[in-house]
């Protein structure tokens, strides 16, 4: 049994919990919806104005606007699938506004016949879809700083987003071009004034790959590459190329700018990592979160997300005492390979202080590491791929703040005002 107010998860299964009023809250009858016709029919929908805060978080280059990123809200959001119009962005140069009969992918290099495809063509092909957290590999990196990010789970872990994609399978247009023996990499580019250009490996690009037209069931928003997009599930970000051009079958990696100058890591052995492509198991609380306040002493139910690119979330794990203990969360169904998994478990909170942290595992048994492990690894001149346990400290008067407690040798140590429960 963990400690610090966490209870069994199917708690909320057995028991009501007994926040409504018996009395009514509002004066029923004279809302003005309750009697006049409401708004007629819109084209396209959109959230209530009541909800106009939830946005992105813009986070660009002031001299270069369309250089940045935005983040997703993940601390406002609930579920599994992000809203489309909530995806976070990752642009170089900005998004450019293509006209599809003005676009076309070319196939060429190592292949027997280079071709040619035009949207309309493409849109003949036989289509699949993949659900899977997009993740960029610089997602979580204020995690390698000295001091805790003082940030909202969204704008510190919000580079992931999960979507449904649906498109052609990569390795029909491959084999109808023929690659020839001797390829072992496919090098694509976009058609943005950035021209971001990666190089991703054969065994991938036939295994699950798709050239993407769709995304939760529209057409891709411009924002995510309209009107194609590579989808390299459960890998890296930066693989999946918007407004795809370009696909080069070849024998080598073109050692682009984002798999040398970035994207290769030195660690403190002295050898340095390239092409860390697959994104590691992680998972995070969004509720509570840094910067949320528990009003009032009772139950609470703790959520998250869990997801791992190298396959299915398996189990979290939540700790109310900084990783002292440890009760399993219930995930939610289905948890499907390398996307969102949602999971939650009831707190009682009676104004003890706590941090509160979730620690997930995939089915291929790899843990999500306890920050001072990860460090210890990696080193501290990492940029990409943190995916340490993350710690909210809950203070006695119910307000949440990110913390580093696992990566501290004492807990009085950590300078954030903050006591541990266990001291
Ligand atoms: N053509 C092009 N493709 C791109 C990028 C870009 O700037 N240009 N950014 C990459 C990076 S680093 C990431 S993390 C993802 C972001 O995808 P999103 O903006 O749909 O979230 O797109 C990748 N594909
Ligand atoms: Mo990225």
């Keep these: 049994m ?34 006049t016709p409401g708004a007629p029919f819109t084209n396209y929908g959109q959230p209530s104005p009541h909800e106009k805060g939830v946005v992105r978080w813009i986070s660009a280059n002031a ?40 676009h076309a992918l070319l196939v060429h290099g190592e292949v ?10 493409l849109l003949r092909y036989p289509r699949e879809s993949t659900i899977f957290a997009l993740e960029c590999g610089g997602n979580s990196n204020a995690g390698w700083q000295d001091k805790p990010i003082q940030a909202a789970a969204g704008y510190f872990h919000g580079l992931v987003s999960c979507s449904e994609w649906t498109g052609v399978p990569l390795r029909l247009v491959l084999a109808e071009a023929g690659v020839t023996s001797g390829a072992a990499w496919i090098v694509a580019e976009g058609a943005d004034a950035f021209g ?3 190089s991703l490996p054969l065994e991938k690009a036939l295994d699950d790959c798709l050239l993407a037209l769709y995304q939760n069931g529209e057409r891709l928003r411009p924002e995510q590459g309209y009107p194609l997009r590579l989808v390299v599930p459960g890998w890296e970000g930066v693989l999946n190329v918007k407004w795809l051009r370009n696909l080069k ?25 390239q092409f860390t492509f697959v994104m590691d198991v992680k998972s995070l609380l969004t509720s509570p979160s840094h910067g949320m306040h528990l009003d009032a002493h009772g139950l609470y139910e703790l959520s998250g997300l869990a997801w791992s ?5 398996t189990k979290v794990e939540v700790s109310a005492d900084g990783g002292q203990t440890w009760a399993d969360a219930e995930l939610g169904h289905p948890v499907l390979p390398r996307a969102f998994a949602r999971f ?73 005002g903050f006591d541990a429960p266990w001291e």
Excluded at 264 to 273: F, I, S
């Design 2 to 35: 963990a400690a610090n107010g966490l209870l069994d998860r199917r708690l909320f299964l057995k028991r009501g919990l007994a926040f409504a009023t018996a009395a009514p809250l509002v004066a029923a009858a004279d809302e003005p919806w309750l009697t």
């Design 63 to 102: 001299a270069v606007p369309g250089n940045g990123i935005s983040w997703t809200p993940l601390h406002e959001l609930e579920g599994t699938i992000t809203p489309t119009g909530l995806h976070f962005e990752r642009h170089h140069n900005g998004v450019p506004q293509i006209d599809p009969a003005r």
């Design 112 to 121: 027997e016949r280079a071709l040619e495809f035009s949207m309309p063509a």
């Design 196 to 198: 971001m250009t990666v």
């Design 249 to 273: 079958v070849a024998r080598e990696p073109v050692m682009a700018r984002n798999e040398t100058s970035k994207y290769t890591e030195l660690m403190p052995d002295g050898r340095a990592r």
């Design 309 to 313: 690119g190298r396959g299915r979330i």
């Design 344 to 416: 939650r478990a009831p707190f009682d909170w009676q104004g003890q202080r706590a941090v509160l942290q979730s620690r997930a595992t995939d089915e291929t048994g790899a843990v999500q590491p306890a920050r001072a492990a990860l460090v210890a690894a990696r080193g501290t001149q990492g940029y990409f791929h943190y995916h340490a346990i993350v710690s909210w400290a809950l203070a006695a008067d119910g307000t949440v703040t990110h913390t580093y407690v696992d990566a501290l040798p004492a807990p009085a140590a950590q300078g954030q």
